[in-house]
């Protein structure tokens, strides 16, 4: 027999709620398991929540602070959102159809919540402004990149584009500015291992096998600077920056690579030139071939 679905509330202005699974505890009750697995949470803030309804579980019904804090019971709340300062760039909803969102994202928008980034998040925005609680991104990219991402809008038909990346059926071009060098052997094929750095949020290149793979080629040359072309045929996190700054050509603006600037310093005058250009794929449900190009540019190379 197969199992029943998990009813999960959903979002609130674009926000999906959180989840617990109840785990043995010293507690009897779902409130005392709450306070145990959460210290930080004040325990007046989650007798409110169970008061007020606002914790359900898989079976979609409302949780109680005196239920029994059984074992394995799945419960979905929404953690309080400080108020988040609003990021002044816009996404453009290039193409929605029933099964297939893709979106032309600014620079410092998130993806998805991470961290202090919740409501300002290009999921949650769509979610919200198209009402489509089953969205969900088949790929990412950086907050620090602009251009294209695709968004399954219903769960139903989800595996089957995000199949297209798994068997790099896409084609993805990226465009990005960074320093010219001459003396390397252009077009360059570039194929490394890329793993964890020595800080959490930066990536490097590493000895191993090969799992990061990008064709570079200049489109553009304005004195000691150029406009590239990227190709990536493998998606490792941060790829195509470890990729550049690996040649001694890190991209322009770039917080990350080679030098990490603080959380939180970002600079609208200075975005990261680093743009997801184009998509070219064949839809796994129609046939049809699909194509999009971002509508964003980066600078001007004669403003250099």
Known sequence: MQAPAHQVSPARQGVRPSCVVVQAHSGATLLEFLCQRFTAVPAATWQARLEAGDITDAQGLTARATDAATPGRRLYYFRDVPDETPIPFTETVLWHDAHLLVVDKPHFLPVVPSGK????????????????????PIHRIDKDTAGLVMFSVQAASRNAYQALFRDRLVQKTYECIAPWNPDLPWPLHRESRIGDAEHFMQQAEVPGAVNAITDIAPLEVHGAWARYQLRPLTGQRHQLRVHMHALGLPLLHDGIYPVL????????RRPLQLLARSLAFTDPLSGAHRSFESQRTLLAMENF
């Open 117 to 136: 980034h919740v409501r300002e998040t290009l999921l949650a925005r769509l979610q919200h402004r198209l009402a489509l609680p089953e969205l969900s």
């Open 261 to 268: 600037t603080p959380e939180g310093a970002n600079d609208y």
